[in-house]
């Protein structure tokens, strides 16, 4: 009989290291990891034979089994579902599968303390086991195949696997526990643990075996059972099973839908942002069961990507058992559950955010998931409303999160639309020239930093028939607001003196610009660039380019002049005299490539720039008026 000796991967064995010397406290949890990977492969069991009766004929009565052997001291969980193969063994095993596992790997600092306290909030699944043994075992067949397999390990870096003779359909975890781990054999004890972390299985959970065996759980999945018998511990207990988080849910939305339509749905809005949040597939994982058998977690179809944040189940009446993945595509009970389940979780969130005592937390919940919410807006036509009741932004208005009911509430006088700026970071967009105007007239400015915020404020024309408009884009409308105080005119130049030198710069500055405007935004700053109406606005151009999905040519720019600002009066004031338009081209070129610098974008040239800087400068220090 061959034995393969294989290493750990590097990340399994960094964690293995980090868990044997963990003094994590609540070390009990191990059995909950092994119950819950028992749990699921009966259900993947459950669910193969539905078109394959024969994978579990010979034992139907599926089942998780404890065994404490005081002599030996060891404790095995057996279970007889799916069974692992040779080569599913050494995959999940011998790696980490899981993204949410694989970057709480990689946030391990190296600092016991605080990588032990990130082992409580994440789990980690099987290899928890090692907190409490000194050797696991594992011995396992495939359902449906014959030869079984023994993988062995005592965690130091490696493992073996070998075949093994006379294995039952399943796998049997054997775990031998360490010198002072003596509790995990007693009988109240381990009932404790189960009742505590594990009750929800929907499958009995036995301690011993044959005629002594005891039942330690209620077994019957949780979803099934009336609201008014689950504590909050239970539905924790059940969100860390079926949704792989081992944060506490913040949300909970739990009901029976009756009628033409039956299911049961027991859904959890996390209070952490998962790992995989951002991954660009955007699948969800809620799970899929028909009937109490459980499908498949790739019922894409079930939910919007937009909600993918959400975990838990839904329990369909009237799908039929033998359904396949395939045949979930495009199937209208699927489509017409959705429609409900979208329906049911936007209401209750709709609640929370209506309700003024949960603010803080509904604020958290819109940090973590705001950003996916908003794909809906411009995804789901149907819900547009109440998304943008939903949302929330940062703005003008303060440090906190405001909704466009808030902003709508505030507008002034003679203000149509309702302001925002893009851009990567709320600290830089607060010292955008573009927001002068709108702060000196106490106009609230909405601040949008997620990439997403380019994309739905394309699709969604308004709220309230108020439409969105971009700071940074078109006319600024600013006169036609009153401001909240009466604002003392700047002194400025005659118009006819300023359209002198916005022609002098256009004529400069020539295909670099769409056009020089007199700017109704500016108040402390000379120049700013804006987009032109029907132009695609500045960041949004960024963004695409970041990503490569526009070609090298930037749009043309609108150059817009402050007349109100010392240098441009002086400016006005050279431009009539004889040949200022060769003297005042450097100055002009200068000005551009400030505004761009100030919009983050990159210079065309940039060695032109650093020349006419360097010749201002030395006539500059000059000025200075200190001795050489
Ligand atoms: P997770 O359960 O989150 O996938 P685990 O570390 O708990 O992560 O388990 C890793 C994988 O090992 C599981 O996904 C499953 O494929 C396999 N596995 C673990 N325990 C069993 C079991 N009792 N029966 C079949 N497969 C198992
Ligand atoms: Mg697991």
């Known amino acids: 009989m061959t034995e393969e000796r294989l290493s750990f991967q590097a990340e399994v064995s960094r964690l293995l290291d980090i868990v044997a010397h963990s003094l ?32 579990s004929a010979d034992d139907p009565n599926l089942a ?8 030996a001291k060891t404790l095995t969980v057996a279970d007889n579902g799916i069974g692992m193969g040779r080569q599913n063994l050494i995959d999940d095993l011998g790696t980490i599968a899981r993204s949410g596992t694989a970057a709480f790997v990689n946030q391990l600092s190296g600092d016991a303390r605080k990588d032990v306290s990130l082992i409580g909030q994440f789990g980690v699944g ?24 023994r993988w062995l390990s005592d965690g130091q870096g490696e493992f073996t696997v070998s075949e093994a003779e006379d294995v039952a359909r399943g796998t049997r975890v054997v775990i031998h526990l360490r010198e002072g781990d003596g509790e995990y054999l007693e009988e109240h004890r381990l009932r404790a643990i189960v009742t505590k972390y594990s009750d929800h299985i929907a499958l009995p959970i036995r301690l011993g075996s044959g005629e002594d065996a005891k ?16 504590t909050a511990e239970q539905y924790k207990e059940f969100y860390h099973h079926v949704g792989h988080g ?14 033409k339509l039956e299911y049961t749905s027991l859904l959890f809005v996390p209070s952490m942002k998962p790992f995989d949040l951002f991954d660009p597939k955007r699948v969800h994982r809620v799970k899929l069961y028909v009937r109490r058998v459980f499908i498949t977690e790739e019922a894409e179809g079930l939910l919007p990507p937009y909600l993918r944040f959400l975990r838990g189940v839904v329990d369909s009446e009237d799908l039929p058992l033998n359904v396949s993945r395939e045949m979930l595509q495009n199937n209208p009970v699927v489509s017409r559950i959705k429609t409900g389940l979208v329906r049911r979780v936007l209401g209750d969130l709709a609640k929370k955010s209506d309700d003024a005592e949960a603010a803080a937390e509904y604020a958290t919940f819109w940090e973590n998931f705001g950003a996916v919410m908003k794909e809906g807006l411009y995804e789901d036509f149907e819900n547009r409303d109440t998304l943008l009741k939903l949302a929330r932004f940062q703005s003008t208005h303060g440090d906190g999160l405001v909704s466009l009911e808030d902003y709508v509430g505030r507008m002034k006088e003679g203000q149509d639309a309702i302001f925002l700026i893009t851009g ?28 997403v915020d380019e994309f739905w404020v394309a699709a969604v024309s308004s709220f309230k028939d108020k439409s969105f408009k971009s700071v940074t884009k078109g006319g600024a409308d600013l006169a036609k607001i009153k401001p909240s105080e009466p604002q003392p005119e700047p002194e400025k130049p005659a118009e006819g003196d300023v359209a002198t030198l916005v022609a002098l710069f256009k004529t400069t500055l020539g295909d670099a610009v769409k056009d020089v405007r ?28 970041q990503h490569k999905q526009l070609g090298a040519g930037m749009a043309k720019r609108v150059l817009e002049i402050n007349p109100a600002h010392g240098l441009i009066k002086r400016l006005v004031a050279l431009a009539k005299a004889p040949g200022a338009a060769s ?36 006539r500059g220090v000059c000025d200075l008026g200190l001795a050489a």
């Open 246 to 259: 081992f944060d506490d849910p913040w949300l909970t939305v739990h009901w029976r839908a009756e009628g």
């Open 64 to 71: 998780i089994t404890l065994i404490a052997d005081a002599e």
């Open 424 to 451: 990567d970071d709320r600290e830089v967009l607060l010292k955008s020239p573009q927001l002068e105007g709108f702060k000196a007239r106490g106009v609230e400015v909405l601040l949008l930093t997620d990439p």
């Open 583 to 618: 003297s005042l081209a450097d100055v002009a070129w200068l000005l551009l490539d400030q505004a761009r610098i100030v919009e983050g974008e990159q210079l065309p040239d940039p060695t032109g720039f650093s020349r006419r800087l360097a010749a201002f400068l030395e």
């Open 215 to 230: 039942v330690l759980n209620r077994a019957s999945a949780l979803w099934t059972r009336p609201k008014s018998e689950i």
């Open 24 to 55: 994590y406290s609540e070390k009990e949890v191990f059995l909950r990891e092994l119950i819950s990977n028992a749990s699921d492969a009966c259900d993947r069991l459950r669910y193969a034979a539905l078109t394959q009766p024969e994978l």
């Open 518 to 545: 007199v700017s109704e935004r500016l108040t402390d700053s000379a120049v700013c660039l804006v987009a032109d109406d029907g132009d695609m606005d500045m960041h949004l151009e960024r963004l695409l380019r």
């Open 126 to 149: 099987f290899y928890s086991a090692f907190m409490v043994a000194t050797k696991v075992e594992v011995l396992t067949r495939r359902a449906g195949e014959t030869q079984g397999w």
